[in-house]
Protein backbone atom coordinates (compact mmCIF):
# COMPACT_ATOMS: atom_id res chain seq x y z
CA UNK A 1 0.00 0.00 0.00
CA UNK A 2 1.42 2.96 -1.30
CA UNK A 3 2.07 5.68 1.70
CA UNK A 4 -0.29 8.84 2.49
CA UNK A 5 1.01 11.93 3.12
CA UNK A 6 -0.96 15.29 3.55
CA UNK A 7 0.36 18.34 2.73
CA UNK A 8 -1.48 22.07 4.00
CA UNK A 9 -0.63 25.15 2.57
CA UNK A 10 -2.23 28.08 1.60
CA UNK A 11 -1.68 29.43 -2.00
CA UNK A 12 -1.83 32.79 -1.29
CA UNK A 13 0.79 34.43 -3.71
CA UNK A 14 3.11 34.05 -6.18
CA UNK A 15 6.20 33.21 -3.95
CA UNK A 16 8.74 30.36 -3.64
CA UNK A 17 6.67 28.00 -0.85
CA UNK A 18 4.04 27.61 -3.20
CA UNK A 19 6.32 26.69 -5.97
CA UNK A 20 8.45 24.08 -3.60
CA UNK A 21 5.84 22.65 -2.38
CA UNK A 22 4.38 21.48 -6.05
CA UNK A 23 7.99 20.96 -6.69
CA UNK A 24 7.92 17.99 -3.45
CA UNK A 25 4.35 16.74 -4.10
CA UNK A 26 5.96 16.30 -7.96
CA UNK A 27 9.03 14.29 -6.21
CA UNK A 28 6.83 12.28 -3.57
CA UNK A 29 4.21 11.42 -6.24
CA UNK A 30 7.37 10.19 -8.40
CA UNK A 31 8.38 7.71 -5.37
CA UNK A 32 5.08 6.18 -5.59
CA UNK A 33 3.47 8.02 -2.75
CA UNK A 34 -0.25 9.06 -1.80
CA UNK A 35 -0.46 12.80 -1.62
CA UNK A 36 -3.64 14.66 -0.56
CA UNK A 37 -2.54 18.84 -0.85
CA UNK A 38 -5.47 20.52 1.90
CA UNK A 39 -5.28 24.29 0.36
CA UNK A 40 -6.53 27.01 2.60
CA UNK A 41 -6.65 29.80 -0.14
CA UNK A 42 -6.17 29.23 -4.00
CA UNK A 43 -4.92 32.14 -5.27
CA UNK A 44 -1.87 32.90 -7.26
CA UNK A 45 0.21 31.51 -10.54
CA UNK A 46 0.83 28.44 -8.55
CA UNK A 47 -2.21 27.01 -7.76
CA UNK A 48 -2.78 26.15 -11.55
CA UNK A 49 0.56 23.87 -11.30
CA UNK A 50 -0.24 21.54 -8.61
CA UNK A 51 0.87 18.38 -10.59
CA UNK A 52 -1.43 15.88 -11.36
CA UNK A 53 -2.18 12.90 -8.88
CA UNK A 54 -1.93 14.95 -6.10
CA UNK A 55 -5.37 14.58 -4.58
CA UNK A 56 -6.39 19.08 -3.83
CA UNK A 57 -8.92 18.99 -0.80
CA UNK A 58 -10.13 22.31 -0.82
CA UNK A 59 -11.16 23.53 2.87
CA UNK A 60 -12.20 27.08 1.59
CA UNK A 61 -11.11 29.09 4.42
CA UNK A 62 -9.09 32.88 4.15
CA UNK A 63 -7.51 32.14 7.12
CA UNK A 64 -5.47 28.99 9.22
CA UNK A 65 -7.44 29.29 12.22
CA UNK A 66 -10.70 29.18 10.54
CA UNK A 67 -9.91 26.42 8.93
CA UNK A 68 -9.17 23.95 12.20
CA UNK A 69 -12.64 22.70 12.00
CA UNK A 70 -12.13 21.58 8.09
CA UNK A 71 -8.96 20.35 8.89
CA UNK A 72 -9.93 18.24 12.00
CA UNK A 73 -13.19 16.86 9.55
CA UNK A 74 -10.49 15.70 7.14
CA UNK A 75 -8.08 14.35 9.57
CA UNK A 76 -11.04 11.87 11.33
CA UNK A 77 -12.02 11.03 7.73
CA UNK A 78 -9.02 10.01 6.24
CA UNK A 79 -6.60 9.79 8.99
CA UNK A 80 -3.49 10.15 7.25
CA UNK A 81 -0.10 8.68 8.92
CA UNK A 82 1.67 12.27 9.20
CA UNK A 83 1.02 15.83 7.76
CA UNK A 84 3.26 18.70 6.95
CA UNK A 85 2.09 22.12 6.96
CA UNK A 86 3.96 24.86 5.36
CA UNK A 87 4.37 27.73 7.32
CA UNK A 88 3.99 28.97 11.13
CA UNK A 89 0.39 29.65 11.12
CA UNK A 90 -0.95 26.15 8.69
CA UNK A 91 1.38 24.00 11.15
CA UNK A 92 -0.74 25.87 14.49
CA UNK A 93 -4.02 24.85 12.97
CA UNK A 94 -3.07 21.65 12.25
CA UNK A 95 -1.63 21.24 15.47
CA UNK A 96 -4.97 22.40 17.43
CA UNK A 97 -7.12 20.35 14.33
CA UNK A 98 -4.99 17.39 15.62
CA UNK A 99 -6.58 17.60 18.98
CA UNK A 100 -10.11 18.13 17.90
CA UNK A 101 -9.88 15.29 16.00
CA UNK A 102 -8.15 12.96 18.70
CA UNK A 103 -6.23 11.37 15.95
CA UNK A 104 -2.65 9.97 16.04
CA UNK A 105 -1.37 12.18 12.40
CA UNK A 106 2.35 13.09 13.32
CA UNK A 107 2.39 17.05 12.46
CA UNK A 108 5.46 18.59 11.39
CA UNK A 109 6.45 21.90 10.23
CA UNK A 110 8.43 23.28 7.49
CA UNK A 111 9.79 26.82 7.94
CA UNK A 112 11.14 29.14 4.98
CA UNK A 113 12.47 32.14 7.09
CA UNK A 114 14.13 33.05 10.24
CA UNK A 115 11.09 34.29 12.48
CA UNK A 116 13.29 36.90 14.33
CA UNK A 117 14.44 38.50 11.14
CA UNK A 118 10.94 38.47 9.97
CA UNK A 119 9.57 40.07 12.98
CA UNK A 120 12.12 42.46 13.52
CA UNK A 121 11.03 46.33 13.22
CA UNK A 122 7.63 44.84 14.19
CA UNK A 123 4.88 46.42 16.51
CA UNK A 124 6.18 44.55 19.96
CA UNK A 125 3.38 44.02 20.36
CA UNK A 126 2.60 42.03 17.56
CA UNK A 127 6.29 40.26 18.45
CA UNK A 128 5.50 39.38 21.47
CA UNK A 129 2.14 37.91 20.73
CA UNK A 130 3.42 35.71 18.17
CA UNK A 131 6.96 34.77 19.77
CA UNK A 132 4.15 33.49 23.04
CA UNK A 133 2.10 31.50 20.24
CA UNK A 134 4.79 29.96 18.71
CA UNK A 135 6.43 28.56 21.67
CA UNK A 136 2.93 27.34 22.88
CA UNK A 137 2.78 25.51 19.43
CA UNK A 138 5.72 24.56 18.12
CA UNK A 139 6.68 22.19 20.51
CA UNK A 140 3.69 20.65 20.39
CA UNK A 141 4.66 19.36 16.86
CA UNK A 142 6.64 15.77 16.07
CA UNK A 143 9.36 17.83 14.16
CA UNK A 144 10.25 21.12 12.44
CA UNK A 145 11.68 20.94 9.15
CA UNK A 146 13.57 24.04 8.62
CA UNK A 147 15.29 24.88 5.17
CA UNK A 148 18.77 25.90 6.20
CA UNK A 149 20.88 25.55 9.73
CA UNK A 150 20.14 28.94 10.41
CA UNK A 151 16.49 29.07 10.68
CA UNK A 152 16.93 25.72 12.95
CA UNK A 153 18.82 27.86 14.94
CA UNK A 154 16.74 30.43 15.16
CA UNK A 155 13.88 28.14 15.36
CA UNK A 156 15.54 26.56 18.96
CA UNK A 157 16.13 29.87 19.87
CA UNK A 158 12.82 31.68 19.62
CA UNK A 159 10.75 28.82 20.55
CA UNK A 160 12.32 26.47 22.37
CA UNK A 161 12.21 23.17 20.51
CA UNK A 162 14.55 20.54 21.26
CA UNK A 163 17.54 20.59 18.63
CA UNK A 164 16.73 16.86 18.09
CA UNK A 165 13.37 17.94 16.89
CA UNK A 166 14.42 20.27 14.30
CA UNK A 167 15.40 18.79 10.69
CA UNK A 168 17.27 20.57 8.21
CA UNK A 169 16.17 19.50 4.61
CA UNK A 170 17.07 20.68 1.32
CA UNK A 171 14.10 22.54 -1.06
CA UNK A 172 13.81 20.14 -3.65
CA UNK A 173 13.76 22.77 -6.45
CA UNK A 174 16.35 21.57 -8.97
CA UNK A 175 13.87 18.90 -11.65
CA UNK A 176 13.80 18.01 -14.98
CA UNK A 177 11.34 20.41 -15.95
CA UNK A 178 13.83 23.51 -14.63
CA UNK A 179 15.73 22.51 -17.48
CA UNK A 180 12.85 21.94 -19.68
CA UNK A 181 11.72 25.06 -19.71
CA UNK A 182 14.89 27.31 -19.08
CA UNK A 183 14.92 26.14 -22.95
CA UNK A 184 11.09 27.81 -23.61
CA UNK A 185 11.25 30.92 -25.56
CA UNK A 186 10.73 34.31 -23.26
CA UNK A 187 6.88 35.31 -23.43
CA UNK A 188 7.73 38.71 -21.65
CA UNK A 189 9.17 42.48 -22.00
CA UNK A 190 12.82 41.44 -22.17
CA UNK A 191 15.95 44.08 -23.25
CA UNK A 192 16.12 44.57 -26.63
CA UNK A 193 20.22 44.79 -26.28
CA UNK A 194 23.46 45.26 -28.58
CA UNK A 195 25.74 42.60 -26.32
CA UNK A 196 25.02 44.91 -23.01
CA UNK A 197 24.88 42.34 -20.05
CA UNK A 198 21.43 41.62 -18.80
CA UNK A 199 20.73 41.78 -14.97
CA UNK A 200 17.32 40.01 -13.41
CA UNK A 201 16.41 40.07 -10.20
CA UNK A 202 13.00 37.71 -9.49
CA UNK A 203 10.70 37.28 -6.30
CA UNK A 204 7.89 39.46 -4.68
CA UNK A 205 8.24 43.17 -4.85
CA UNK A 206 7.84 43.90 -1.02
CA UNK A 207 9.95 45.06 1.84
CA UNK A 208 11.73 41.55 2.14
CA UNK A 209 13.03 41.42 -1.64
CA UNK A 210 14.78 45.00 -0.94
CA UNK A 211 15.04 45.73 -4.49
CA UNK A 212 15.63 49.33 -3.63
CA UNK A 213 19.15 48.89 -2.98
CA UNK A 214 19.05 46.71 -6.31
CA UNK A 215 18.41 49.58 -8.38
CA UNK A 216 20.40 51.62 -6.17
CA UNK A 217 23.50 49.53 -6.74
CA UNK A 218 22.46 49.22 -10.81
CA UNK A 219 22.73 52.72 -10.97
CA UNK A 220 26.48 52.85 -9.81
CA UNK A 221 26.93 50.24 -11.75
CA UNK A 222 25.67 51.77 -15.22
CA UNK A 223 28.34 54.74 -14.34
CA UNK A 224 31.08 52.42 -15.15
CA UNK A 225 29.33 50.42 -17.87
CA UNK A 226 26.51 49.70 -20.15
CA UNK A 227 23.73 46.94 -18.59
CA UNK A 228 20.38 46.06 -18.48
CA UNK A 229 18.27 45.53 -15.67
CA UNK A 230 14.82 43.11 -15.34
CA UNK A 231 13.10 42.01 -12.10
CA UNK A 232 10.15 39.53 -12.18
CA UNK A 233 8.10 39.87 -9.91
CA UNK A 234 4.57 41.29 -8.55
CA UNK A 235 3.88 43.55 -5.13
CA UNK A 236 2.92 46.11 -2.86
CA UNK A 237 6.42 47.96 -3.92
CA UNK A 238 5.78 48.40 -7.53
CA UNK A 239 4.97 51.85 -7.45
CA UNK A 240 7.73 53.33 -4.92
CA UNK A 241 10.35 51.12 -6.99
CA UNK A 242 9.07 52.76 -10.31
CA UNK A 243 9.51 56.23 -8.92
CA UNK A 244 12.67 55.34 -7.63
CA UNK A 245 14.12 53.60 -10.94
CA UNK A 246 12.99 57.53 -12.07
CA UNK A 247 14.75 59.63 -9.57
CA UNK A 248 17.85 57.63 -10.15
CA UNK A 249 17.79 58.47 -13.99
CA UNK A 250 17.64 54.06 -15.21
CA UNK A 251 14.09 54.11 -15.55
CA UNK A 252 14.84 53.68 -19.50
CA UNK A 253 17.58 50.45 -18.44
CA UNK A 254 14.97 49.01 -15.64
CA UNK A 255 12.07 46.45 -16.47
CA UNK A 256 9.41 45.17 -14.51
CA UNK A 257 7.16 42.58 -16.46
CA UNK A 258 5.09 41.66 -13.34
CA UNK A 259 5.04 38.07 -12.57
CA UNK A 260 5.65 35.16 -14.76
CA UNK A 261 4.41 32.04 -14.74
CA UNK A 262 8.32 30.74 -16.09
CA UNK A 263 11.20 33.19 -15.00
CA UNK A 264 13.61 30.20 -16.14
CA UNK A 265 13.82 31.30 -19.47
CA UNK A 266 14.56 34.70 -18.66
CA UNK A 267 17.02 33.80 -15.93
CA UNK A 268 19.02 31.05 -18.41
CA UNK A 269 19.50 34.07 -20.51
CA UNK A 270 20.61 36.47 -17.92
CA UNK A 271 24.27 37.15 -17.43
CA UNK A 272 23.87 37.73 -13.59
CA UNK A 273 21.59 37.01 -11.24
CA UNK A 274 21.54 39.34 -7.98
CA UNK A 275 19.39 38.59 -4.74
CA UNK A 276 19.40 41.63 -2.76
CA UNK A 277 17.14 40.37 0.00
CA UNK A 278 17.16 41.53 3.75
CA UNK A 279 16.42 37.89 4.94
CA UNK A 280 15.91 34.79 3.95
CA UNK A 281 15.88 31.01 4.75
CA UNK A 282 16.68 29.62 1.94
CA UNK A 283 15.77 31.24 -1.32
CA UNK A 284 14.88 29.25 -4.15
CA UNK A 285 15.33 31.62 -7.08
CA UNK A 286 19.06 31.78 -6.07
CA UNK A 287 19.31 27.78 -6.05
CA UNK A 288 17.51 27.59 -9.46
CA UNK A 289 20.25 30.54 -10.70
CA UNK A 290 22.81 28.64 -9.80
CA UNK A 291 21.67 24.88 -11.43
CA UNK A 292 20.96 26.77 -14.39
CA UNK A 293 25.27 27.74 -14.18
CA UNK A 294 23.99 31.30 -13.92
CA UNK A 295 26.58 33.76 -11.75
CA UNK A 296 24.96 35.24 -9.11
CA UNK A 297 25.92 38.32 -6.65
CA UNK A 298 24.07 37.70 -2.88
CA UNK A 299 23.18 39.60 0.16
CA UNK A 300 24.27 37.73 2.86
CA UNK A 301 21.18 37.49 4.84
CA UNK A 302 20.08 35.64 7.23
CA UNK A 303 20.07 32.80 6.14
CA UNK A 304 20.22 30.79 3.52
CA UNK A 305 22.73 32.26 1.06
CA UNK A 306 25.60 31.93 3.06
CA UNK A 307 25.14 28.70 3.30
CA UNK A 308 23.99 27.68 -0.64
CA UNK A 309 27.43 30.24 -1.68
CA UNK A 310 29.81 28.31 1.35
CA UNK A 311 30.52 31.40 2.97
CA UNK A 312 31.30 33.25 -0.27
CA UNK A 313 33.50 30.85 -2.00
CA UNK A 314 31.18 29.94 -4.70
CA UNK A 315 30.28 33.51 -5.63
CA UNK A 316 30.20 36.92 -3.47
CA UNK A 317 28.51 37.47 -0.48
CA UNK A 318 27.72 41.52 0.07
CA UNK A 319 26.32 43.22 3.08
CA UNK A 320 22.38 43.67 3.34
CA UNK A 321 21.38 47.06 2.09
CA UNK A 322 25.15 47.72 0.93
CA UNK A 323 24.43 49.64 -2.17
CA UNK A 324 28.58 50.31 -3.39
CA UNK A 325 29.34 46.72 -2.38
CA UNK A 326 26.20 45.09 -4.33
CA UNK A 327 28.07 47.44 -7.22
CA UNK A 328 30.91 46.84 -6.96
CA UNK A 329 30.78 42.48 -6.64
CA UNK A 330 28.35 42.84 -9.97
CA UNK A 331 30.74 44.48 -11.94
CA UNK A 332 33.43 41.86 -10.62
CA UNK A 333 31.35 38.71 -11.21
CA UNK A 334 30.63 39.83 -15.16
CA UNK A 335 34.37 40.82 -15.62
CA UNK A 336 34.84 37.19 -14.29
CA UNK A 337 32.46 35.06 -14.22
CA UNK A 338 32.63 31.89 -12.31
CA UNK A 339 32.65 27.98 -14.00
CA UNK A 340 29.42 26.90 -14.25
CA UNK A 341 30.07 23.77 -13.17
CA UNK A 342 31.08 25.05 -10.17
CA UNK A 343 28.07 26.97 -9.92
CA UNK A 344 25.88 23.64 -10.45
CA UNK A 345 27.45 21.37 -8.32
CA UNK A 346 26.72 23.98 -4.74
CA UNK A 347 23.03 22.87 -5.23
CA UNK A 348 23.61 19.76 -6.17
CA UNK A 349 21.87 18.48 -2.87
CA UNK A 350 18.51 20.65 -3.91
CA UNK A 351 18.22 17.91 -6.78
CA UNK A 352 14.46 17.15 -6.62
CA UNK A 353 14.56 13.66 -5.91
CA UNK A 354 17.42 13.61 -3.51
CA UNK A 355 15.77 16.06 -1.72
CA UNK A 356 12.71 14.24 -1.21
CA UNK A 357 14.27 11.60 -0.02
CA UNK A 358 15.57 13.49 2.49
CA UNK A 359 11.75 14.38 3.22
CA UNK A 360 10.28 10.74 3.25
CA UNK A 361 13.34 9.77 6.17
CA UNK A 362 12.44 12.74 8.02
CA UNK A 363 8.64 11.95 7.79
CA UNK A 364 8.86 8.60 7.73
CA UNK A 365 9.27 8.40 10.96
CA UNK A 366 10.94 5.33 12.93
CA UNK A 367 7.30 2.98 12.64
CA UNK A 368 7.66 3.48 8.90
CA UNK A 369 11.03 3.08 7.85
CA UNK A 370 12.51 0.87 6.02
CA UNK A 371 15.19 -0.95 6.91
CA UNK A 372 17.65 1.85 4.69
CA UNK A 373 15.56 4.42 7.40
CA UNK A 374 13.65 5.91 4.38
CA UNK A 375 9.99 5.69 3.78
CA UNK A 376 9.39 3.04 1.27
CA UNK A 377 7.05 4.31 -1.60
Not at 27 to 32: D, E, I, Q, V
Not at 128 to 133: G, P, S
Not at 174 to 203: C, D, N, S
Request: with cysteine; net charge positive; glycine share 10%.
Amino acid sequence: MSPHIAILLSYSGDGGVERMVNQLVAGLLAAGCRVDLLVLKARGGHFAGVPEGARVVRLDSGHARLAVSGIARYLRAERPPVLLAAKDRAGRAALRARARAGVETRVFIRLGNTLSASLAGRNPLRRWLRYAAVRRAWPRADGIIAVSRGVAEDVVATAGVARERVHVLPNPVVTPALFERAEEPIAHPWPQVGGEPVILGVGRLDRQKDFATLLRAFARLLERRPAELVILGEGEERPALERLASSLGIAGHVLLPGFVTNPYAAMARADLFVLSSAWEGSPNVLTEALALGVPVVATDCRSGPREILDGGRVAPLVPVGDVAAMAAAMQRTLQAPPSSATLRAAVAEHDRDRATARYLEVLGGEDRTSATGAMPC
